[in-house]
């Protein structure tokens, strides 16, 4: 017992000092700590978002056209909408549904990429030439304009715009994971892996999947930023949320018709979408650094 104890330690020991020497190197990168702590904080405001809003009924649909359109004040900080709604709830609220739908969309990505790519990676043949040219005709679409036809095909609706991000985002995971494993498979852990003839399935999902952790981790940081946008531009086509849901996209829409009596309406929502996106696009930059053995700086 005591020597697995002792093994599993020597196992984990490595690993912790590499957590350890990452977190170093984030914390100097001065943009890429502003950007993680702002990520953070829009995780707790995700997470705390029915509980701190100021007006919580004003998520729905009710109505309160007295106090329509009304700018930022002590009551309404960011104002009103057409409805007498305090936008500010709405955008807080926002923060979880766009992180909500973002990473359900790149989750779905990653489950539907890496096996594929792990599976054309490392057993190659004809089996990659099936995989990678599929991935090529789904990346000979913009990834916007893909999402856009398949909501369009099936309907309208949030969940439809998750999994049409997802089916426009994974060919981008099968690529990266596939030249990681045809890499992996030269590696002598590998071969000897086979040669005491272990399955190529256990290969697959034991050795080569773990092995492409960490740029995935970086493409899945990048990726966040550029499907909440997305999201957000579905959403403001109409083809995401659906009113009453107070989506980022969906009230940018929405307050077109009120832009130049109420900046308000669709500046809070618009900032709430730039500053999301910035944070997680420099996150992105700063984990592909600190991961990078090639760009890292000790």
Request: net charge positive; aromatic share 12%; proline share 6%.
């Given at each position: ?87 500010f709830s709405r955008v807080i609220y926002g923060i ?154 969906l009230m940018i829409n929405t307050s077109r018709n ?41």
């Open positions: 017992m005591d020597s697995r104890i002792y093994n599993l330690m020597e196992i984990i020991r490595p690993r912790v000092k590499e957590v350890g020497f990452s977190f170093y190197l984030l914390k100097k990168n001065k943009l890429t700590l502003a950007a993680f702590y702002v990520i953070v904080a829009l995780f707790v405001l995700a997470i705390l978002a029915p509980y701190i809003v100021p007006y919580p009924s004003h998520i729905s649909d009710e109505a309160n056209v007295a106090n329509k359109l009304l700018p930022p004040s002590g009551e309404y900080l960011f104002g009103t909408d057409e409805l007498g709604r305090d936008i979880r549904i766009s992180l909500t739908t973002a990473i359900l969309a790149v989750g779905l990505a990653i489950i539907i990429g890496v096996p594929l790519g792990a599976i054309a990676g490392t057993i190659g043949g004809w089996v990659d030439e099936v995989i990678m040219r599929i991935t090529d005709i789904f990346l000979s679409f913009p990834p916007l304009l893909l999402a856009i036809a398949i909501v369009s095909i099936v309907g309208s609706s949030l969940n439809n715009a998750i999994i049409a991000i997802a089916l426009s985002w994974w060919p981008w995971y099968t690529r990266l994971v596939r030249g990681q494993a045809v890499s992996l498979k030269e590696r002598k852990f590998i071969q000897a892996a086979e040669a005491i003839g272990t399955s190529k399935w256990k290969i697959i999902f034991s050795h080569v999947v773990p092995n492409t952790i960490s740029p995935v981790i970086v493409q899945a940081s990048m990726d966040m930023g550029g499907v909440i946008l997305t999201i957000a531009s579905l959403s403001f086509l109409g083809l995401g949320a659906q009113a009453p849901t107070p989506e980022w996209g009120y832009f130049l009596n109420a900046w308000w309406y669709s500046i809070f929502p618009g900032l709430a979408i730039f500053i999301t996106v910035l944070a997680f696009n420099l996150l992105g930059d700063g984990f592909r650094e600190i991961m990078d053995p090639k760009t890292r700086k000790r």
